[in-house]
DNA sequence: ATATACTTGACGGAATTTATCGGGTATTCG
DNA sequence: CGAATACCCGATAAATTCCGTCAAGTATAT
C-alpha cells in the first residue's frame, strides 16, 4: 500500500465519475475540465481502472466511463491498489534475501502497517465521499462516524 | 502525509538506532551494513531527521547518531513527516486556487483521509516497534492490541 | 601542538516514477 | 457511407528518488 499523487488523483476521478454518472457516461474531458487534471494522465489511469473492473467504458460519441459496481462496493483501497500495483514495502518481500543476524526486521513491521492502512482505506467507501461532498458543511462527521463504526468492530 | 520507500527506509534505521542505541552513538556505517540501506541515502536522511530534532549527532571517533527523545516520544509519524516534508497534497493547498463550481472538492477529503493515517502512525511509538521486535513470535499481538486501545479512545 | 583517524555535511549523477504528447482504432450519428 | 467523437496505446519529457563522491569538522594519540 503505498500513498502517493497518483493514487489521490485516480480517487478524485473516481468521485467526479461517480457524482456525475447518474446521467449516463462521462467523458474523460469532462473530468479533465472540472478536476484541473491533464487528459492524458486520466487516459492512463483509467486504463488501469478499467483492466482491474472498477470501470466500464463506452466507446464512440456520447461516449465515456461509468463506474462498474455499485457505490457501496468500490473502496479508496480498491481504487489506489489498481492504479498502484505491487509494491513489495518489505525490500526482501518474495525475494528472501534478508541478513542472518536480524532477517526480514522490517518484514513483520510493514506488513502489519500495511494491513492497518489498507483495512481502513478500504473501510472507505466512493458512497462515503459522494455524502460527505453532498453536506460540505459538515463533512467531518462521515469519517468520523465511519470510524467508530470500525471501532465497535474492532473490539 | 505520503507513505514511500523513503519514509519506510527511515523507519527502519531509527528503529535498528533504537535498538543499538544503548551503549553510546550508533554509525551509520553500521546501520548501513545491518540494514543493507546505502550509507549515502542514511546520511541524506539523518541530515533531515537532525534538523527536526528527533536524534543527535557526535562528531569524531566514537562519534554517530543517538535518539534525541525517549522512545515513547518518538512516533512512526514524526519520521514520515521528518523526511517526507510537505506534500500539499490537496492540490489546493494554500493556494486557494480551486475551480468555481467544485472548488476545494478533495480538500475535505484528502484532509480527513490525512488525519486519519496521521493518527494511526502517530499512536505507534519506536517503543511499540522494539517490543514487537524483542519477540518475534507473536510479533502480532503488539499492534492488534494497539488498535484496540486506540479503538477504545475513539469509541 | 600537530597529525591522523573517524565522523557528519553538502554537491552531483544514474535510476525509477510521474506526467505528457502523439498517432491509432472503434463506435455512433447525419 | 463518411465524418466526428472518444477511448486506447505506444513513446517522450519532467520530476523525484536513490546513491556515489568529495569536502568539512572533531576527538584521540603521539
Redesign the interface.
Known amino acids: 500500500?503505498?500513498?502517493?499523487?497518483k493514487g489521490?488523483f485516480a480517487?478524485?476521478a473516481m468521485?467526479?465519475l461517480a457524482m456525475h454518472g447518474g446521467k449516463g457516461p462521462v467523458t474523460l474531458a469532462g473530468i479533465s475540465q472540472?478536476?484541473?487534471i491533464s487528459l492524458s494522465y486520466l487516459e492512463q489511469l483509467f486504463g488501469k481502472l478499467r483492466r482491474h473492473t472498477l470501470v466500464d467504458s463506452v466507446r464512440g460519441p456520447g461516449g465515456g466511463y461509468t463506474l462498474a459496481r455499485s457505490l457501496e462496493r468500490v473502496s479508496?483501497a480498491d481504487i489506489i491498489t489498481a492504479v498502484d500495483e505491487p509494491l513489495d514495502?518489505t525490500?526482501c518481500g518474495g525475494k528472501e534475501n534478508c541478513?542472518d543476524?536480524?532477517r526480514c526486521?522490517?518484514h513483520?513491521?510493514?506488513a502489519?502497517?500495511n494491513d492497518?492502512?489498507y483495512e481502513?482505506?478500504d473501510s472507505?467507501k466512493l458512497s462515503d465521499?459522494v455524502a460527505?461532498?453532498a453536506t460540505?458543511k459538515n463533512?467531518?462527521s462521515v469519517?468520523q462516524d465511519k470510524?467508530?463504526k470500525?471501532?465497535?468492530v474492532?473490539?
Not at 1 to 5: F, H, P, S
Open positions: 500500500m503505498r500513498l502517493t499523487t489521490r480517487v478524485t468521485l467526479d472540472r478536476q484541473s479508496v514495502a525490500q541478513h543476524e536480524q526486521m522490517t513483520d513491521l510493514w502489519k502497517l492497518k492502512m481502513y482505506l472507505v465521499l460527505q461532498q460540505r463533512a467531518v469519517l470510524r467508530g470500525e471501532a465497535a474492532s473490539a
